[in-house]
Nanobody
Framework: QVQLVESGGGLVQAGGSLRLSCAVS????????MGWFRQAPGKEREFVAG???????YYADSVKGRFTISRDNAKNTVYLQMNSLKPEDTAVYYC???????????????WGQGTQVTVSS
């Protein structure tokens, strides 16, 4: 069984930064492509960023230039560095793992429990 555990969320002022982490256990981390999604109240889960097994990165237009996704295969962890945060970034952030290609729809095989990010104006 694969388990994903997110951490690093919190409350931050607009313009601030946070780094989210997602630790993966249970199977070989390098088997998976990884994605970060977010879900605000009353909205659907939306793609934020993804990273392939070889480290190719993908971003939603709304976060391009502000967020950076990375993975540390030695630590079985994927990160999301979030800079220049805006109130509209407020959401629960989830990491997902899947076998295959990075996709921007929430069709991932495994999910973490989510971590709350709140950006105050």
């Amino acid at each position: 069984q694969v388990q994903l555990v997110e951490s690093g969320g919190g409350l931050v002022q607009a313009g601030g930064s946070l780094r989210l982490s997602c630790a993966v256990s249970g199977r070989t981390f390098t088997t998976y492509v990884m994605g970060w999604f977010r879900q605000a109240p009353g909205k659907e889960r939306e793609f934020v960023a993804g990273i392939s097994r070889s480290g190719v990165r993908y971003y939603a237009d709304s976060v391009k230039g502000r967020f950076t996704i990375s993975r540390d295969n030695a630590k079985n962890t994927v990160y999301l560095q979030m800079n220049s945060l805006k109130p509209e970034d407020t959401a629960v952030y989830y990491c997902g793992a899947r076998i295959g290609l990075v996709v921007t729809t929430p069709e991932y095989d495994y999910w973490g429990q989510g971590t709350q990010v709140t950006v105050s104006s």
